[in-house]
């Protein structure tokens, strides 16, 4: 290969000259969309979301309809398969809700006693990797990025399936099961593999307990001595719960039934919601919260000062602290208007764990800074924002020891459950590939050959 190309090539800058010479990439002026009723980001003018289909699985309630389809602004809530999340969390079964919830999911119904303790024993069965899978497929292909190794682990258990090109619905139930066990240890080994090569800590890995719930296993692998409370299991199956589905159209689960509508395998499908899941847009939103209040705390500390906290905020909106990008993030959301149902439990979880472990001070700081936001905000826009769910699962995950790189990880191990369920409810209902269309706007061309071409 040796003398193959100049010395002085240079392929960066000459292939940035060819990108810049192209108007194709910008050139599609804003009037075009009204023009065509294209819309962006499949939102309609008022902010909701085009309807993509039909689902049974759950509904993401953030407000109402007049007479007129105007949208009416109201409290937030989440239903799986018809049941408030509210409901579900407050009538848990021990630190099993994240169990029950996939059980519900999956297969429409609240199971009674001994097919809740059969379909526990199916996932706890399933916990462990396939024997070499940890060694070859983890410990010897370390990944900086936890969320991009979880993508291969997802696709390598392909070849660990004995048949993983049956896609009918009863083989993708299965497979999708097999997977819900399986994320808890994906996530951690994958963690500890990357902190031993890139960081040189020590490489721990402890095997799951089949008497463990998926959220105690969690907490049990994760920490060098195993132990956990009950308290601090039962704040994180909560998250687990809450995450479990956001309805049909969040950009991670639509991407699972797209990609599975075509007649893949579930392996490759839930590859891709977790690629669509890492976006700081999407799934990685929880990142950028915890590091804005990372900043925020090391500034300001936990301070009770509103005025210090105002100032803080204001800096943010005029684009003068953290990322410059004018958000706060952990607050607004797609469809909910006036409140996250989601963080409203977890507000009640975190300041119960506070309690516990001593720590009111910043239970206390977040409430504080969250009632200044919506303060803030509606004095500036006079707009109600609502906190996200982002903002009260950073503070859970730091006070339960969580590294923030697995923030997002851990979304991915509770989104799962909704994902398989999305994908067999697509193949059971409609069962025809995606096929959106888009409207080109370009200019028909003569073709000119090379030699004449300037």
Same mark, same amino acid.
């Given at each position: 290969?040796?003398?193959?190309?100049?010395?002085?090539?240079?392929?960066?800058?000459?292939?940035?000259?060819?990108?810049?010479?192209?108007?194709?990439?910008?050139?599609?002026?804003?009037y075009?969309?009204?023009?065509?009723?294209? *819309?962006?980001?499949?939102?309609?003018?008022?902010?909701?979301?085009?309807?993509?289909?039909?689902?049974?699985?759950?509904?993401?309630?953030? &407000?109402?309809?007049?007479?007129?389809?105007?949208?009416?602004?109201?409290?937030?809530?989440?239903?799986? #398969?018809?049941?408030?999340?509210?409901?579900?969390?407050?009538?848990?079964?021990?630190?099993?809700?994240?169990?029950?919830?996939?059980?519900?999911?999956?297969?429409?119904? $609240?199971?009674?006693?001994?097919?809740?303790?059969?379909?526990?024993?199916?996932?706890?069965?399933?916990?462990?990797?396939?024997?070499?899978?940890?060694?070859?497929?983890?410990?010897?292909?370390? %990944?900086?990025n936890?969320?991009?190794?979880?993508?291969? %682990?997802?696709?390598?258990?392909?070849?660990?399936?004995?048949a993983?090109?049956?896609?009918?619905? &009863?083989?993708?139930?299965?497979?999708?099961?097999?997977?819900?066990?399986?994320?808890?240890?994906?996530?951690?080994? %994958?963690?500890?593999? *990357?902190?031993?090569?890139?960081?040189?800590?020590?490489?721990?890995?402890?095997?799951?307990?089949?008497? @463990?719930?998926? %959220?105690?296993?969690?907490? &049990?692998?994760?920490?060098?001595?195993?132990?956990?409370?009950?308290?601090?299991?039962?704040?994180?199956?909560?998250?687990?719960?809450?995450?479990?589905?956001?309805?049909?159209?969040?950009?991670?689960?639509?991407?699972?039934?797209?990609?599975?509508?075509?007649?893949?395998?579930? &392996?490759?499908? $839930?590859?891709?919601?977790?690629?669509?899941?890492?976006?700081?847009?999407?799934?990685?939103a929880?990142?950028?919260?915890?590091?804005?209040?990372?900043?925020?705390?090391?500034?300001?500390?936990?301070?009770?000062?509103?005025?210090?906290?105002?100032?803080?905020?204001?800096?943010?909106?005029?684009?003068?602290?953290?990322?410059?990008?004018?958000?706060?993030?952990?607050?607004?959301?797609?469809?909910?208007?006036?409140?996250?149902?989601?963080?409203?439990?977890?507000?009640?979880?975190?300041?119960?764990?506070?309690?516990?472990?001593?720590?009111?001070?910043?239970?206390?700081?977040?409430?504080?800074?969250?009632?200044?936001?919506?303060?803030?905000?509606?004095?500036?826009?006079?707009?109600?924002?609502?906190?996200?769910?982002?903002?009260?699962s950073?503070?859970a995950?730091?006070?339960?020891?969580?590294?923030?790189?697995?923030y997002?990880?851990?979304?991915?191990?509770?989104?799962?459950?909704?994902?398989?369920? @999305?994908?067999?409810?697509?193949k059971?209902?409609?069962?025809?590939?995606?096929?959106?269309?888009?409207?080109?706007?370009g200019? *028909?061309?003569?073709?000119?050959?090379?030699?004449?071409? #300037?």
């Amino acid at each position: 290969m040796a003398g193959r190309y100049p010395d002085r090539f240079n392929d960066d800058s000459i292939l940035a000259r060819y990108f810049g010479r192209s108007a194709n990439y910008t050139d599609i002026p804003n009037y075009l969309f009204n023009e065509y009723n294209v *819309k962006k980001g499949l939102r309609n003018d008022d902010g909701t979301g085009v309807r993509i289909g039909l689902t049974r699985i759950s509904d993401v309630i953030g &407000y109402t309809n007049d007479e007129k389809g105007n949208v009416i602004p109201c409290d937030g809530d989440l239903l799986y #398969r018809g049941y408030s999340i509210r409901d579900l969390l407050q009538n848990r079964q021990g630190n099993c809700g994240f169990e029950e919830t996939c059980f519900l999911l999956l297969f429409g119904y $609240l199971p009674e006693k001994t097919e809740f303790e059969n379909f526990k024993t199916s996932l706890s069965m399933r916990y462990d990797l396939p024997e070499s899978f940890l060694a070859n497929e983890l410990l010897l292909k370390p %990944a900086r990025n936890l969320m991009n190794k979880l993508q291969s %682990a997802v696709l390598s258990l392909y070849n660990y399936d004995d048949a993983p090109d049956e896609t009918d619905v &009863y083989q993708n139930l299965l497979k999708g099961i097999n997977l819900i066990a399986k994320f808890p240890a994906l996530g951690c080994y %994958a963690y500890y593999t *990357k902190v031993h090569t890139f960081d040189r800590s020590s490489l721990i890995i402890h095997y799951p307990r089949p008497e @463990h719930s998926i %959220a105690e296993n969690i907490l &049990y692998m994760l920490r060098p001595d195993g132990q956990f409370t009950s308290h601090e299991a039962n704040l994180l199956d909560a998250i687990l719960l809450i995450h479990a589905d956001h309805g049909g159209g969040n950009n991670s689960t639509f991407t699972n039934v797209v990609v599975g509508s075509t007649g893949t395998d579930i &392996y490759s499908a $839930l590859s891709a919601s977790i690629g669509s899941l890492k976006g700081p847009k999407h799934g990685g939103a929880n990142i950028s919260v915890s590091r804005m209040m990372t900043q925020i705390i090391g500034d300001i500390d936990y301070t009770p000062d509103k005025d210090r906290i105002r100032s803080i905020i204001n800096r943010i909106l005029d684009r003068d602290y953290f990322d410059h990008s004018g958000l706060v993030y952990g607050f607004g959301h797609a469809v909910y208007t006036l409140s996250d149902p989601r963080a409203e439990l977890l507000r009640k979880l975190c300041r119960d764990l506070a309690e516990e472990k001593g720590c009111m001070y910043k239970f206390t700081f977040y409430k504080l800074f969250e009632d200044t936001v919506k303060e803030v905000v509606l004095e500036r826009k006079g707009e109600i924002i609502p906190s996200n769910v982002d903002l009260y699962s950073g503070l859970a995950y730091n006070m339960l020891g969580i590294p923030e790189e697995l923030y997002t990880p851990l979304f991915a191990t509770a989104r799962v459950a909704g994902w398989v369920a @999305h994908n067999l409810e697509n193949k059971l209902y409609d069962g025809r590939i995606m096929r959106p269309a888009t409207k080109y706007v370009g200019d *028909k061309q003569e073709y000119i050959p090379m030699n004449a071409r #300037r």
